[in-house]
T-cell receptor, first 116, second 114 residues
Framework: AQSVTQLDSQVPVFEEAPVELRCNYS??????LFWYVQYPNQGLQLLLK??????LVKSINGFEAEFNKSQTSFHLRKPSVHISDTAEYFC??????????????FGQGTTLQVKP | KAGVTQTPRYLIKTRGQQVTLSCSPI?????VSWYQQTPGQGLQFLFE???????NKGNFPGRFSGRQFSNSRSEMNVSTLELGDSALYLC?????????????FGSGTRLTVV
């Protein structure tokens, strides 16, 4: 079955500490992978994506994620978090194939709580 | 360029009523997808429209329907509302529905059924 699993529902961390949000995907989905961030009462904003090429992808605000095909993982990391990073983060995969246009499979989300 | 616009932002409806939500994609984008977000089920795919045709559909009952107009704007309709339909409904706009070109989400419509 096609699935995306986010291993932690909540991750509390102190400001300026490093953080890792974990995501695993089933091998039956395509290797197009995404991380989205959602702030309260807002929609989803694309953080970064992996389509092909370099397995390490980076966002403009300091996040990075590494595609690991052998471990079917796409973990999100940031070396030093800020209070403003407090939000819910979603990992998503595109199933691929002609019958799956427009469809992303999402994980259940991880709430990142940055404490002062 | 303007982003994805969803209207209205908030709605309160009574059980048994029907509701129509609207999504205007980014100019030039021809694919619109709809998602339902709830605390219990997370983000679930409803359907995708491309060039006025439904190309893909998720596992939702027939009470959920949609359409797309020639200008790519899309509407989704939920008939005979149930309490469980309370959710944030998000639409996503893309060039052609393939992940290669990415998906841009709107801010959503918060539907509350009482």
């Amino acid at each position: 079955a096609q699935s995306v699993t986010q291993l932690d529902s909540q991750v509390p961390v102190f400001e300026e500490a490093p953080v890792e949000l974990r995501c695993n995907y089933s091998s039956s989905v395509s290797v197009y992978l995404f991380w989205y961030v959602q702030y309260p009462n807002q929609g989803l904003q694309l953080l970064l994506k992996y389509l092909s090429g370099s397995t390490l992808v980076k966002s403009i605000n300091g996040f990075e994620a590494e595609f690991n095909k052998s471990q079917t993982s796409f973990h999100l990391r940031k070396p030093s978090v800020h209070i403003s990073d407090t939000a819910e983060y979603f990992c998503a995969a595109y199933p691929g194939g002609s019958g799956n246009t427009g469809k992303l499979i999402f994980g259940q989300g991880t709430t990142l709580q940055v404490k002062p | 360029k303007a982003g994805v616009t969803q209207t209205p932002r908030y709605l309160i409806k009574t059980r048994g009523q029907q509701v129509t939500l609207s999504c205007s994609p980014i100019s030039g984008h021809r694919s619109v997808s709809w998602y339902q977000q709830t605390p219990g089920q997370g983000l679930q795919f409803l359907f995708e429209y491309f060039s006025e045709t439904q190309r893909n559909k998720g596992n939702f009952p027939g009470r959920f329907s949609g359409r797309q107009f020639s200008n790519s704007r899309s509407e989704m309709n939920v008939s005979t509302l149930e309490l469980g339909d309370s959710a944030l409904y998000l639409c996503a706009s893309s060039l052609d529905g393939r992940a290669l070109y990415g998906y841009t989400f709107g801010s959503g419509t918060r539907l509350t059924v009482v």
